[in-house]
């Protein structure tokens, strides 16, 4: 665990290496497929379990991750092999390693085809109305002119709760790397302008060529509404890196602040990647 750019992919693989052990990703993002360079999916993505399972329009959940999860790491136990998790969604790990109950499963497939076909023949008064009735919580949060977020929310609403099954019994250990701010402030604001650099505007067109739009929920990961933006001439692009650059920073405190807080957290001590792994002793996993 850490904040982003923190440098948890690197310490994650080489833990990985030594040890021959499987890898789960736990970055809400990363699970979309084509959205890679603002994301930061790292360059050899066939090492690892729930990369790229998602377009960038399907929603995803906590809950559907720890079901995933879940059996990835029952496979594991089967195999015999250690599994090392990373990502900067805390709270997937947390919900994975303290057993939470009562969250969202995936919507029933054929779901989105439904509602899709329904909003034609019946128009929108009439899902909002069912929203309503469903979740008059999801109605109160949600932009009610707005199409495909009544539907998103209907789907959202009409998803059953799934209750985390037993886990095999691994030993669990939770490492987090420690993080000086002003240092990672630098860092994220270099990675954003790397993205750029890497063809990131590119990445996104590629994707509204594809039919995606900037409300689809893969979209919401930093940066790439501000980018759609460029393509579209709303905004510059130094206007965009700033606005970028400032979310992921306040992202990046908002994680200091979770990992704070998270049950049985071992911060690791030292200043190179390798030294930490060096430090991992058999017994400790």
Known sequence: ????????????????????????????????????????????????????IKNPNETFSCGEWVERAGAVLRSAWDASRDVVIVGGSGLYIRSLFENY???????????????????AN???????????????????????????RVTRALERAQSTKSVVRSLPPF???????PTEPAALAARIEQRVRDMVDDGWLDEIQALLGQGYRQDDPGFRAHGYRPMASVLSGELALLEAILRTTIQV?????????????????????????????????????
């Open 249 to 285: 920073r306040q992202y990046a405190k908002r994680q200091r602040t979770w990992l704070r807080r998270e049950p049985g957290l071992r911060w690791l001590q030292g200043c190179m990647i390798e030294a930490w792994v060096e430090t991992i002793e058999e017994s400790s996993i």
């Open 171 to 177: 030993q669990r250990t939770k490492f987090a790397i």
């Open 1 to 52: 665990m850490g904040p982003t750019a923190s440098g948890k992919t690197a310490l994650a693989e080489a833990v990985a290496e030594r040890r021959n052990a499987w890898l789960i990703n736990a970055d809400a993002f990363q699970v979309y497929r084509g959205m890679d360079i603002g994301t930061a999916k790292p360059p050899d993505r066939s090492r690892y379990h729930l990369l790229d």
């Open 101 to 119: 109950t009562e969250m969202a499963s995936p919507p029933p497939p054929g779901l989105r085809e439904e509602l899709t076909a329904r909003l």
């Open 122 to 148: 019946e128009g929108l008064e009439a899902l909002v109305a069912e929203l309503r009735e469903r979740s008059p919580t999801e109605w109160e949060r949600t932009d009610l002119q707005n199409p495909q």
